[in-house]
C-alpha cells in the first residue's frame, strides 16, 4: 500500500512546508461529501497519529490515516500549472469508480 508524489508535488509541498517554518510533510485524507461519496483533505503534517501511515516520496513524507488508506492506495499526487493564475493538486487514483461532474467528490 502507499501513496506517492510526482517529483512536482514533491518539490510544491516542500517549498510551502520551508515557507511555513514547521511541518513534517502532506497529510491527505478522504471524508464523506458531495454527490458521489468522498472528497480529498489535504493538509500539512504536523505530527503522525498511531492510526497514521507514513509514505516517502521524493523525500517528502506522506501522511494517510488507516480509515483513508483503501480508498487512496495506489494514488499519485501531482502538482500541475495550467496557466499563471491556475495551479494545484492532481490526484491520480487508481481505486475511483465514479467522479461527480465537477470532479469535487468519487466514490470507490
Known amino acids: 500500500m502507499a501513496v506517492t508524489l510526482t517529483d512536482s508535488a514533491a518539490r510544491h509541498v516542500s517549498n510551502m512546508l520551508a515557507k511555513r517554518g514547521h511541518g513534517i510533510g502532506l ?12 472528497a480529498y483533505v489535504v493538509d500539512y ?12 516520496s521524493h523525500g ?5 490515516d ?6 487512496l492506495d495506489g494514488m499519485e ?6 496557466s499563471l493564475l491556475n495551479e494545484g493538486f492532481e490526484f491520480r487514483n487508481p481505486n475511483i469508480k465514479d467522479q461527480c461532474g465537477c470532479g469535487e467528490s468519487f466514490s470507490v
Do not use: P
Request: with cysteine.
Open 77 to 82: 499526487v501531482d502538482f500541475v500549472k495550467s
Open 45 to 56: 503534517a504536523d505530527d503522525v497519529d498511531e492510526d497514521d501511515q507514513v509514505f516517502e
Open 27 to 38: 497529510r491527505i485524507g478522504t471524508k464523506k461529501s458531495g454527490c458521489t461519496g468522498f
Open 66 to 71: 488507516d480509515a483513508s488508506l483503501t480508498r
Open 60 to 64: 517528502v513524507k506522506v501522511v494517510v
